[in-house]
């Protein structure tokens, strides 16, 4: 029997219309009849007392539970860096389950097969050590798939059982398990501290430390490194590199994830679309300068990179805003001596020609926002330059110097006068701030979608993952250009919301309201 619309001529339904099937709806409902569930009175009281003050409190005294944090761990961004060189294979050492973890998170949120494989440690490898699992594995990577370069980073059980990756390494190498002149980085990314963006920051040093041994430091080739940090937006990549070609600056871009994770379709499946040429990262070393568009992904990074290669300038830039993109114009000229190009100067001109179109509607407006603590604070600045009054910035994978850094962005803007930072908060605190002390829109990834639902709180979706929005790490949001993306989602979600609420005739729909 056919209770729902199909695609023709296949008939297959969507899930959504599939479930609402009788034979689907009895089975739930006998589910829900013979579990013991709460009393449902109950349930609802109980639910409207976690929106309260009162319960507030109780939830932000909380020490021994975590609920829904806003980070991943140390190897999915250890992968993620991986991916971004020429012909290399993530190789995480530890359990099959932690790697199919990340490749389904990236899989799921760039809808691109991502390539990596692990050393499938079991309970015999907790006990005796995962040497043997490190040289079974090497092999076999090495051999089937054939990998320039191979990046290991471990999980949760390598680490509580303290193997050593430079010793097994090289027992791989004096076994024959991998030739000896192929390129094995390694980094040590504990689940159980730091997040994704420490683990990219361990994997990336790794990579370019096991580069710069394997050649001496040559002569100045006047390029410019560029760092883009723990960023799952290959459109930012992209747009970063438009911007340099209009500098007519040569840059290596170390760990180029671009055309890995948002590859064309030739119709031929390649293991290794793309990444930094590895030619270009041993020659990276060389470069007139090093800079990264985050500063939290690269923290050990730079300070390695500015006590070993002795460039011209080192530093952490986050061209995101009018401010922030400023800053990295400005930096680009004054280390390669060339103008800012007019292309780039008109791009600005047209950035705050949209802004001032659209500030009346944002002006004014509360926001709360969460995710990565670099991402955080290039929005927040943005979004104060707008007018818009950052009422809880929220950031799991925080640290005390975040916490300086953003108080002191509050505290420099008359807009931010009223904000407060959570450093090592999650979004089940999020969820009572936004219950006690409404905002207009929140900023942040897929998972705010329950909190949008719970609150009735509008959300834009900038951050990773994003599961549930397909294209719009295709956007950029650094550079002019990004500014004007992230302004059009945000200024067109505050719309959204006022159509929503003034949509009854003659009620609260009382003015020609068609143009906004």
Request: hydrophobic share 40%; proline share 6%; with cysteine.
């Amino acid at each position: 029997m056919d209770t729902g619309k199909t695609n023709a001529p296949l008939g297959i339904k969507d899930h959504v219309e599939l479930f609402q099937e009788e034979r689907y709806q009895k089975s739930f409902e006998a589910k829900r009849a013979a579990s013991e569930m709460p009393c449902e009175e109950d349930v609802l009281k109980i639910s409207e007392w976690t929106k309260t003050k009162e319960y507030k409190e109780k939830n932000f005294a909380r020490e021994a539970a975590v609920i829904n944090p806003a980070k991943a761990c140390q190897p999915l961004g250890a992968v993620l860096c991986s991916l971004g060189f020429e012909g290399t294979l993530p190789f995480v050492h530890g359990s099959q389950g932690c790697v199919a973890y990340f490749r389904t998170y990236f899989a799921r949120h760039f809808k691109e097969p991502i390539a990596a494989v692990s050393s499938s440690m079991t309970e015999d490898a907790a006990v005796f050590g995962g040497l043997s699992n490190m040289i079974e594995g090497l092999g076999n990577a090495y051999a089937l798939y054939k990998p320039q370069m191979i990046a290991v980073s471990t999980t949760c059980m390598a680490e509580v059982i303290g193997d050593d990756l430079n010793a097994f390494i090289k027992n791989a190498k004096e076994q024959g398990a991998v030739p000896e002149d192929l390129p094995v980085p390694f980094a040590h990314t504990p689940s159980f501290v730091g997040s994704h963006v420490t683990g990219y920051d361990n994997m990336l040093k790794g990579i370019l430390q096991a580069l710069s041994e394997a050649r001496p430091k040559g002569s100045p080739n006047g390029k410019v490194n560029i760092i883009p940090g723990f960023d799952t937006y290959p459109a930012n990549i992209r747009e970063v590199k438009r911007m340099l070609k209009a500098f007519g600056i040569e840059a290596t871009i170390l760990a180029d994830t671009s055309d890995v994770v948002d590859s064309p379709n030739t119709g031929d499946y390649q293991l290794y679309p793309a990444g930094t040429p590895l030619e270009e990262a041993l020659d990276a070393q060389n470069a007139s300068a090093t800079l990264a568009l985050q500063r939290y992904s690269t923290l050990k990074t730079l300070e390695w990179v500015s006590q070993n290669w002795a460039q011209q300038k080192t530093l952490a830039l986050r061209p995101i805003g009018v401010k922030g993109t400023d800053a990295f114009m400005e930096a680009l000229s004054e280390i390669t001596g060339k103008p800012i190009p007019e292309e780039l100067e008109k791009e600005r001109g047209r950035l705050l020609d949209a802004m001032t179109d659209s500030s009346a509607w944002i002006h004014g407006k509360r926001f709360a926002i969460y995710g990565d603590p670099d991402l955080v604070l290039g929005l927040t600045s943005f979004l104060m330059e707008l007018g818009a009054e950052p009422a809880h910035v929220l950031c799991t994978n925080g640290d005390k110097e975040f916490t300086k850094e953003a108080e002191y962005l509050l505290s420099s803007n008359p807009f931010g006068a009223s904000g407060k930072v959570y450093t090592g908060k999650d979004l089940w605190h999020l969820r009572s701030l936004l219950f006690t002390e409404p905002v207009d829109f929140f900023i942040g990834n897929a998972h705010g979608k329950y909190l949008q639902r719970d609150t009735g709180t509008p959300l834009v979706r900038i951050g990773f993952p994003i599961f549930d929005r397909h294209h719009l790490h295709r956007y950029p949001i650094l550079g002019y250009q990004g500014a004007l993306n992230v302004l059009t989602m945000v200024v067109n979600t505050v719309l959204d919301e006022l159509d929503r609420k003034t949509n009854v005739p003659g009620k609260t729909d009382i003015s020609f309201d068609l143009i906004r």
